[in-house]
T-cell receptor
Framework: QQQVKQSPQSLIVQKGGISIINCAYE??????FPWYQQFPGKGPALLIA?????SEKKEGRFTISFNKSAKQFSLHIMDSQPGDSATYFC????????????FGRGTSLIVHP | EPEVTQTPSHQVTQMGQEVILRCVPI?????FYWYRQILGQKVEFLVS????????KSEIFDDQFSVERPDGSNFTLKIRSTKLEDSAMYFC???????????FGSGTRLTVV
């Protein structure tokens, strides 16, 4: 019930391509869905987040698509760059509780020049 | 940009020893958290702390663990009688209002030998 399933585990994309990472959840009480970016040796950093009252949120080259009925959300990285190479974690939490997120297992993204 | 600072960056300890991991959250943040990440696995919640007391803890956070805010700036995680399986990256995080959007530190890599 508390799991957030993330795929793929790893992703290799050419520079300029689109990177897509998918997540699915089961707990319908989740209402805050952040994505975190983690570079080697660093802690996760909040990248972008969405609440279920909208189906899409875009910030620069990063877009979250949210499908409430399917209980799925995804991160799209447009015009992927080598500097985007990192591990990406999706997460989900409930605003009615303590906002403590449940993390997905992470996706290692490599963008080749 | 304000940062969450963690020390040490790497600690090696003998099995059975006690370790204290230290964190300095962002100064105006009120909610503090510890997470851990076993190599290659997802980020796992350990404990949250607000108003000088634990507000929530996971199953992982058993009697072996304790947290303390000994002064106005530091937030510590103590692990007693360390085990090999405690080897992981430990991340401290803080938020201003407890409503998501964590700021993570760069982590302490704990190696138990």
């Amino acid at each position: 019930q508390q799991q957030v399933k993330q795929s793929p585990q790893s992703l290799i994309v050419q520079k300029g391509g689109i990177s897509i990472i998918n997540c699915a959840y089961e707990n319908t009480a989740f209402d805050y869905f952040p994505w975190y970016q983690q570079f080697p040796g660093k802690g996760p950093a909040l990248l972008i987040a969405i609440r279920p009252d909208v189906s899409e949120k875009k910030e620069g080259r990063f877009t979250i698509s949210f499908n409430k009925s399917a209980k799925q959300f995804s991160l799209h990285i447009m015009d992927s760059q080598p500097g985007d190479s990192a591990t990406y974690f999706c997460a989900a939490s409930t605003s009615g509780g303590s906002y403590i997120p449940t993390f997905g297992r992470g996706t290692s993204l490599i963008v080749h020049p | 940009e304000p940062e969450v600072t963690q020390t040490p960056s790497h600690q090696v300890t003998q099995m059975g020893q006690e370790v204290i991991l230290r964190c300095v959250p962002i100064s105006n943040h009120l909610y503090f958290y510890w997470y851990r990440q076993i190599l290659g696995q997802k980020v796992e919640f350990l404990v949250s702390f607000y108003n000088n007391e634990i507000s929530e803890k996971s199953e992982i956070f058993d009697d072996q663990f304790s947290v303390e805010r000994p002064d106005g700036s530091n937030f510590t995680l103590k692990i007693r009688s360390t085990k090999l399986e405690d080897s992981a990256m430990y991340f401290c995080a803080s938020t201003e209002e407890g409503t998501g959007g964590y700021t993570f530190g760069s982590g302490t890599r704990l190696t138990v030998v």
